[in-house]
């Protein structure tokens, strides 16, 4: 094992404020389950009351999903070098089917290779780490078929909902609204319907057993659509300080899940720093390292090596691992007459190993006992896509659909083992192509979840792919992707910094909730309503802190309008005073009150009116979006 400097963990004992400084307009809450020790976080933004006659009228403040973690706690004491806390350390020694590592023998037949003792930093927070029982099976899915609800599964429930009174305030608004949208608004998501669609595959819950600092989150289409951040070193750049930023900043802006991709130097102590930091579920590529540790010649890698990777790993806490096991043999062949071959890092290296070989991928072959570590852990499958296309040009071939076809099939036997899977998905996919994908999918996969990378839907915007592939990826979410991996505008270019890991995410959290609104998940409407009401009724401080990213939205409006008595004023600089059409909604609404007549008559009445001061002015008009 190699020695971390030791100047490489002071670094990483301190975040700079810039990722930790406190969110706008809003502060942390946490929402009590059937007991005390289930506490699950939101963040509730306060807003301003409705300007009346008579001083105001309240707003109820508005709970939105939080993914941040203790980082935008006020309350929260945070010691990277201590770990968060183990929140759920409780629930799993409870369920009595696991015990602690140190006093187990090793059921995998091996020598233990990473000696924990030997770690330049222990985590004072961190339980012992554990394994399941001889024979047992800890998976979510597992007590899920049993007909246990466990309480991370209720955790999951409650924390979908977005407490109860955004539900209520959507309905009400619904109401309002007439009936045109937001149909499902009133379905709520109960702990049994959580464990019902574990259950039956169609959703995961990532969370190792070994990574009790998590908080619990679901994979599925019938909740919230999720994003999924990726992060990690490369030999080129990066040490252990920045990839735990990386992580807090991720989570800032809305990440689910993080990946950690490092294929640099200190990979084992740089993932044992993210976990132990880390809020959301952490995946892996197992590979990467295996590739590591046989110095790069992926013609050595054999399923030894990278069987000790994964427990190794497992131990350690990651929650989900892509793993490339379709990628068979006699799909290689099909990527030959394609624009772009092959263009996954674990795909290339199995295929390689594949024709340096010529033998079945050994993923496949060793498949089965795969998932008996994976269950001894509850770490979830990630089935990796190795043969997705990498331009439009080769969406939809026969190497794509032949590795979907096989990952099917891996699926099932996967939850004969009660291991929850995932399955990965394109890539560069035309917009007309994208639906195929994903009937496919669902089909092949006996409807386990989607994850999809995208897609990018034009390969001609280098610079500007989080743009190309958030319309793909809200297309795949709308029709039932569960998971989408964010594209930085670094894609293809170079490893993206902190601007890009923001600018990437925004787009994803975008693309995610235009495809909630679209499937009527409960609570999504109710951000949009608040925003609309905040917006018509120029709460300018309330659009923003409502918004995905209220700095952005401020530091846009300052631009033009900086004083403190803009941000109640009833235009904005993009019409000006006199053309806002909001303001002109609100004159006739007034106008009809006082004038006694209709709002109908006095809207015509009214744009006449308005329509003489225009021509008067000779000013040119911008349309509002
Ligand atoms: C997601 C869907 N398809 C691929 N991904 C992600 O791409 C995968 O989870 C991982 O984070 C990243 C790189 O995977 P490859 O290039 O090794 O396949
Ligand atoms: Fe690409």
Redesign the pocket.
Known sequence: MNAVPSQLIQQAEQLSADVTRPIPGSHKIHVEGSRPDIRVPMREIVLAKTPTMFGGEENAPLAVYDTSGAYTDANAQIDLARGLAPLRAEWIAERGDTGVLSELSSEFGRKREHDPKLDAVRFRNRPMPRRALSGANVTQMHYARRGIVTPEMEFIAVRENQRIEAIREAHLLRQHAGESFGANIQKLITPEFVRDEVARGRAIIPNNINHPESEPMIIGRNFLTKV?A?IGNSAVSSGIAEEVEKLVWSIRWGADTV?D?STGKHIHETREWIIRNSPVPI?T?PI?QALEKVDGRAEELNWEIFRDTLIEQAEQGVDYF?I?AGVLLRYVPLTAGRVTGI?????SILAKWCLAHHKENFLYTHFEEICEIMKAYDVAF?L???L?PGSIADANDAAQFGELETLGELTKIAWKHDVQTMI????HVPMQLIKENMDKQLRECGEAPF???GPLTTDIAPGYDHITSAIGAAMIGWFGTAML?YVTPKEHLGLPNKHDVREGLMAYKIAAHAADLAKGHPGAQARDNAMSKARFEFRWEDQFNIGLDPERAREYHDETLPKDAHKVAHFCSMCGPHFCSMKITQDVRDYAKEHGVDEEAALSEGMAEKSAEFRAQGAQVYRKA
Request: proline share 4%; glycine share 26%.
């Open positions: 999924n990726n990946m991709l995946g590529v990467y892509t490339h263009v996954s890092r674990g795909g990630s990796g896509d190795g997705r990965e998905g394109p890539g994850y999809t990378l991996c």
